[in-house]
């Protein structure tokens, strides 16, 4: 039984990996398309979450501040200096990744097939990063996985966008810092066996 567990954690690892590969190499071609769109006002300012859910969403500022808010402080990597000459520290307000999952609902064609699904979160500038079913649903980093509309007690409007996803409890929190968040989806790691954990085992267990 741990063998095969083990088994499919070491092959979703290696999906994720994968996706982060490829993810990095595809940031810097769509930059520069991002950047025009963003001029134009209107990016960043509506979130799309689609994939493997119940019903795709396409959410506005105002619908995700009728979900349970949230002010949290993020310590920047390059903070700014108040007018005391100290750095800054921000105060985000917004909710959980959690309940915007759960507004749009996740499928489960097969059982067990959730372990194995992970969020792919895309900014306007190209920017992606993502997390775990298992991180979000299953740990305390689901307590401190935030969609953000707010900083400092004002509405975001940074060039990218509107919406930021935070990840405050990540050892480095900046490779999961996303501004201009646009669009949420929910796949699911190809190339374990159907039913994941959860299919038929043969042999002593």
């Not at 509506?46 to 995700?64: C, F, W």
Request: aromatic letters at 4%.
């Amino acid at each position: 039984m741990r063998s095969r567990q083990l088994a499919l954690a070491l092959a979703v690892a290696a999906v994720l990996a994968s996706a982060s590969a490829t993810l990095s190499a595809q940031q810097p071609a769509a930059a520069g398309t991002a950047t025009a769109t963003a001029a134009t006002g209107t990016a960043g300012s509506t979130l799309t979450i689609e994939g493997q859910v119940k019903q795709t969403l396409t959410l506005s500022v105002d619908d995700l501040r009728k979900l349970p808010a949230q002010t949290v402080v993020r310590h920047p990597e390059h903070p700014h200096k108040g007018a005391d000459g100290q750095p800054q520290d921000d105060r985000y307000t917004g909710c959980l990744l959690r309940d915007i999952l759960n507004q749009a609902g996740l499928t489960e064609p097969h059982r067990r097939d959730l372990r194995r699904s992970y969020i792919l979160i895309t900014a306007t500038d190209g920017y992606q990063t993502l997390f775990s079913w298992g991180e979000i649903f299953n740990s305390e980093m689901g307590d401190a996985i935030f969609v953000a509309y707010e900083r400092n007690s004002e509405p975001i409007n940074d060039p990218e966008g509107r919406i930021a996803v935070l990840s405050l409890k990540d050892t480095t929190p900046g490779p999961r810092f996303a501004r201009g968040v646009s669009s949420i989806q929910v796949l699911r790691a190809e190339g374990v066996p159907e039913g994941g954990a959860g299919a038929p085992r043969s042999g002593p267990h």
